[in-house]
Each structure stands twice: as structure tokens, then as C-alpha cells.
């Protein structure tokens, strides 16, 4: 094969772009599932709302993707909370949330993405804004800014989260959750209020990431299934709960990705995901900066 | 019931079903009854891990396609290969690869094979939409024989008979594990993990003679879909309907015993049938996964549990 160099950089740079964006897509899993336990898989479907949420501001309105989905937040944030707050009720409290809790999840990924075929039919989606299309030129290679402003979004995603959660009150409570939620109660907070506010949180992160993606591909209703592996095999790489090793993991497998469609061809590109998340699964379950 | 006579009771009921449906001789009464009865089969197999052991597998489609395509390859290389040896063949291949995904993460926690599962279905699709030799993602075409061997008649009173024979053995399998030592092991791994190992109950060999097994049944169950549907592309045949069905359906009916992914699946997929002809078919869809999602809220047991607490 003809491995130019040119061609490699690219990939490469790229693939780093891409992981960025894929941070965007995993931070509200590495939140519910890294921190409270609650595996979301659903996650992708919350996204696709955030991206059909953009479309429509979108062309209906003329509204920037990015401004739509920072619109959008208090919304998410709002079906966060009510989502996890009949996960409380029907599942966590009756300690059922293995079966039927994933279950759960898993019949609102379906529901969802059957509801966004029966309203928007399953021809792709995709919206307008000046920075698709154009690159940045360097010298040695090209910047697209179609991939450049969700890396952008999402490292700010990623520290402003830290930030909270390391510096206020809140964020510190939701660490503790994630540590000790017995000891939490003991200090006479209440934890279950605590996990609503961080799943919130965890639901608002999807519609950015929703934005980003329509943003960087045409979106129809069925790709969401796409993103669960990738996110999950980027959350178990990194460590849950860790956002460093979350962002190092979402990168690596950026590039990975980038360089698979670049050499083998883009379909080959989803499996990569699949092999990245049996390998950390079968050699360091706890990823690489992992608790 | 022992096990002999209610192997020989299904083997009635399927007989009557059979003669009941050649009786009225109508080919759409064969097409539905199709695929009611693949829907048993598929949700006992997934019951078998889900139900008895706890383990979430989200990954049907994966092993119900390995079954279907395995019936291509079969039918490209020996067109003249029988159908029960593709089931076969079929069901081989899809254990294989439910022990393999097993082994890698069963000794993680639950939600990680449930997790390995998903992306296993999108893997093999993959491989699939890759794969030219059984058409990639333009699908392949099976032509099916006009007439059913050994029985007369249309193919498809053939195909419905197959599958009536798969889930008699699906069924005869779940029983026959449920009153069995394996069944009290699954049980014991599915109440508490940690305290069934501490009491020697060998909890990776059974939880991979599960994944086996309800592997194995799904790949049964999809090996006769390529002569059913008789043109099978990568995205009909990894359609998440099945996914959504095969687990709403035990979890409508009941986990706990072989009877629930009957109820559900004879209840969910005659609704959804009847939804489908007389209102629309992307509604039927919805209906398992709006149904699923209100029995695991409200009645966690599913119908069967409801009338075991009544009858107490």
C-alpha cells in the first residue's frame, strides 16, 4: 500500500478533530454511567434529538445549529431530570436495575428513533452555517471547520464540566455520589436529588452534541445506534468517570477510525469501535486512567 | 408434567396448529403464523439468558443475521444443502459466537456484556455490508423451490413447519432447564452472583452454556429467514424490530418461566399483525416498544407473574 506521508498527517489530524466530537457524544455517559451508575444507552437518542432539535431552528428559523442547541439546554436538562426521575421511581428504588432498567432504556432508544421515522421520515438530514464547507489552510495540512468548531464546543464542554465539578458545591456533591452515596446521606444530603441534577446535566450535554453532529454529517434516525458502541467502547477505555482519560480515549479512538477509513474504506469504520471495546473489556477492564 | 409427556404434548399442539392452518389453507394464515412462531422461538432464546440468568443480551439481531446469512452461504454453495441441515449449521455458528462474546466479557460486570452485545450488532452488520460474496449491502436474492418437500403443498407450508419443530425444541429446551440443576445454577447467578460462586456453583461455565444455547436458538431461528423473505439485505435483516421484539416479548409475558415468551409473543405479535393491517405499519412497530416500556414500569412480573400473585 501507498502510505504517503501527507496522507497519514491528514488522517491523523482528522481523526484528533474527530475525537473531539466524539468527547461531545460520550461526556453525558461518562457522567450517568462513570459517575451514577446509570447505564444510559439511550444516550444516542437523547442526541439525535438535540440534532433534529437544531435542524429544525435550523431551517425554519435560520438559527445557527450551535446557538440552537445552547437555546435547547434548559429543555434537556428539564427531560433529564424527568427521565431519571421515573428511573428512580420504577427501578432504582425497587433495586431492579440490571434487566428491566436497561431494558428501560433500551425501549426509549427504540421508541425514539421510531418516533423521529414516523416525524421525519428516514431521508438525511442536514443544516446550514457558514463554517461548513471551508478549511482552515496550514502548511503542512487542512483544518476543516466543519470538524474544527464541535472539537472546539466539546473541549469547552469538557472544562467548563470539570470546573464545576471540581470547583462549586453541586459539582462536588456529584462526585460524592459517585464515591459514597451512603456517607452522602449521612451528611444529610440528599443523594437522589443530587443524581437528578447530574442527570440533567448528563441529558443537557446532548443537545450540543446533537448540534455537533449535524453539524458534521447529514443525521437520519437510525445512526444513533452507530454511536452506542463508540461511546461506550470510549467510556470503558478511558475510565469511568474520568474525564481526562475520557478525552485521551474518544482521541484515540478518533484517530483509529480516521486512519481504518482512510486505508480500508469508510464502512469499515464501525467495527472499529467494537474491537477497541472487547479488547480494553478483555485486557484492562478499568481503563487507562481508571479509579 | 414430566419431561416425555410434555414434549409430546407440544408436539400435539404444534400438529393441531399445523392441520388447523392447512385446514383453512390460506398462505397468509402461514405467513403470520411464521412469524409468530419465529418470535417464540427467538424470545425463549433470549429468555434462556435474559430471563433465567439475569444477562441482558442486546445483540439479537447479530445472532439471528449470523443464522440467516449463514443460510446464504449455504444455499450459494450447496443449492441443493436441506433446510433443517442449514438451521443447524446456523444455530452452530451463532453459540459459537455467543460463547466467544461471552467468554471476553462475562466476567466483567453484566452491563458490560449487555454493552458488548449492542456493538456486536453493529460488528456484524458491518462484516456483512463488507462482504460481497452475499451481496454486501445490495442484499441477496434466495430463490425458494415452488413446492414444499416431503409435505406438498407451498414452500411456505414447509417453512411454517420448520419453525413450528424449532420451537417445540425452543420450549422443550427452556422447560427442561428450568427444572433442572443448570436451571437451579442460572437462578442462583441471577439472585446473587458473588453468593452462588462462594457456594461452588461454576458461574462462568453456566452463564456460557446460556449465552450457547440462547445464541444458538436465535441463529436457529433466523437460518429459513432468507427463503421466507426470499431477498435478505444487510438492513432488513439487522432491523431492530427483532431486537425489540425478542426481548419485549419475555418481558410482556413474564421472565420467570418457559410460558411468558409465549403469552407475549402470541399477544404483541397478534396485535401487531392486526395494528398493521388495519392501521399502519410503521405504527406496529411502536407498539412492542411502548408496551415493553410500560410492563417493566408498572408490572415487572408480566402477565404470567400477575396470575401467579392472584392465584396465591
Not at chain 1, 478533530?17 to 466524539?22: A, I, P, S, T
Not at chain 2, 410503521?282 to 412492542?288: D, E, G, K, S, T
Request: with cysteine; hydrophobic share 55%.
Amino acid at each position: 500500500m501507498d502510505v504517503s506521508l501527507d496522507l497519514l498527517m491528514n488522517a491523523v489530524i482528522s481523526g484528533l478533530l474527530l475525537g473531539g466530537f466524539y468527547a461531545a457524544v460520550s461526556i453525558g455517559v461518562a457522567i450517568s454511567f462513570g459517575m451514577l451508575d446509570i447505564v444510559n444507552i439511550a444516550h444516542p437518542a437523547f442526541i439525535l434529538l438535540g440534532s433534529y432539535v437544531a435542524y429544525i431552528a435550523n431551517t425554519v428559523l435560520g438559527v445557527d445549529p450551535i446557538l440552537a442547541a445552547v437555546i435547547a439546554l434548559p429543555a434537556f436538562y428539564l427531560l433529564g431530570m424527568a427521565v431519571y426521575q421515573v428511573y428512580y421511581v420504577a427501578f432504582e428504588r425497587r433495586d431492579d436495575q440490571s434487566l428491566r432498567g436497561l431494558s428501560f432504556f433500551f425501549g426509549l432508544l427504540f421508541i425514539a428513533e421510531v418516533g423521529l421515522i414516523l416525524v421525519f421520515g428516514v431521508d438525511y438530514r442536514s443544516v446550514n452555517a457558514p463554517y461548513i464547507g471551508p478549511s482552515l489552510r496550514l502548511v503542512l495540512f487542512d483544518l476543516p471547520y466543519r470538524l474544527l468548531v464541535p472539537f472546539l464546543v466539546a473541549m469547552a464542554m469538557a472544562v467548563g464540566l470539570q470546573l464545576f465539578l471540581s470547583r462549586t458545591f453541586l459539582g462536588r456533591a456529584i462526585q460524592a455520589v459517585a464515591q459514597d452515596q451512603l456517607a452522602l446521606q449521612l451528611m444529610a444530603a440528599n443523594p437522589v436529588k443530587i443524581k437528578r441534577i447530574a442527570f440533567g446535566l448528563s441529558i443537557a450535554t446532548a443537545s450540543l452534541a446533537g448540534a455537533c453532529l449535524i453539524i458534521i454529517q447529514p443525521v437520519e434516525p437510525s445512526i444513533g445506534r452507530e454511536y452506542i458502541g463508540r461511546i461506550f467502547a470510549i467510556c470503558v477505555l478511558g475510565g469511568l468517570g474520568s474525564f481526562p482519560g475520557m478525552i485521551i480515549a474518544a482521541m484515540t479512538l478518533g484517530i483509529v477510525e480516521s486512519l481504518t477509513s482512510t486505508f480500508f474504506g469508510p464502512s469499515w469504520s464501525p467495527a472499529v469501535a467494537f474491537g477497541v471495546l472487547l479488547v480494553t473489556l478483555a485486557v484492562r477492564p478499568s481503563g487507562i486512567l481508571g479509579r | 408434567m414430566r419431561g416425555g409427556p410434555f414434549i409430546l404434548v407440544l408436539i400435539a399442539v404444534a400438529a393441531v396448529i399445523f392441520g388447523l392452518a392447512r385446514w383453512l389453507d390460506n398462505s397468509y394464515a402461514f405467513f403470520v403464523g411464521y412469524v409468530v412462531v419465529q418470535y417464540i422461538v427467538l424470545g425463549t432464546a433470549w429468555n434462556i439468558l435474559g430471563g433465567y440468568t439475569g444477562y441482558v443480551n442486546f445483540g439479537i439481531t447479530a445472532f439471528f443475521a449470523i443464522g440467516a446469512y449463514s443460510s446464504v452461504v449455504l444455499h450459494k454453495l450447496v443449492p441443493a444443502m436441506p433446510l433443517p441441515a442449514m438451521i443447524v449449521v446456523g444455530g452452530l455458528m451463532a453459540g459459537i459466537v455467543g460463547v466467544g462474546t461471552g467468554y471476553l466479557t462475562l466476567r466483567l460486570r453484566g452491563v458490560y456484556f449487555s454493552i458488548a452485545t449492542l456493538a456486536l450488532a453493529v460488528v456484524v452488520q458491518t462484516l456483512i455490508t463488507n462482504w460481497d460474496f452475499v451481496g454486501g449491502a445490495r442484499g441477496a436474492y434466495v430463490l425458494r423451490p415452488r413446492t414444499a418437500p416431503l409435505i406438498g403443498g407451498g414452500y411456505i407450508d414447509y417453512l411454517f413447519l420448520i419453525m413450528l419443530g424449532l420451537c417445540v425444541a425452543a420450549l422443550a429446551t427452556a422447560r427442561a432447564i428450568e427444572r433442572s440443576a443448570l436451571g437451579f445454577g442460572f437462578a442462583a447467578i441471577r439472585d446473587d452472583e458473588a453468593a452462588a460462586e462462594a457456594s461452588g456453583v461454576p458461574t462462568l461455565k453456566l452463564k456460557l452454556i446460556a449465552t450457547g444455547l440462547s445464541g444458538g436458538f436465535m441463529g436457529m431461528a433466523g437460518a429459513p429467514l432468507p427463503f421466507y423473505v426470499t431477498y435478505l439485505d444487510p438492513s432488513s435483516g439487522f432491523s431492530l424490530n427483532y431486537a425489540v421484539n425478542a426481548i419485549a416479548m419475555p418481558l410482556i409475558g413474564g421472565t420467570s418461566s418457559w410460558l411468558g415468551p409465549v403469552v407475549g409473543a402470541v399477544l404483541v405479535g397478534g396485535l401487531q399483525e392486526y395494528l398493521r393491517v388495519t392501521i399502519s405499519s410503521a405504527v406496529n412497530v411502536l407498539v412492542a416498544g411502548v408496551l415493553m416500556v410500560v410492563f417493566v414500569i408498572i408490572a415487572p412480573q408480566g402477565i404470567v407473574g400477575l396470575f401467579k400473585r392472584k392465584r396465591r
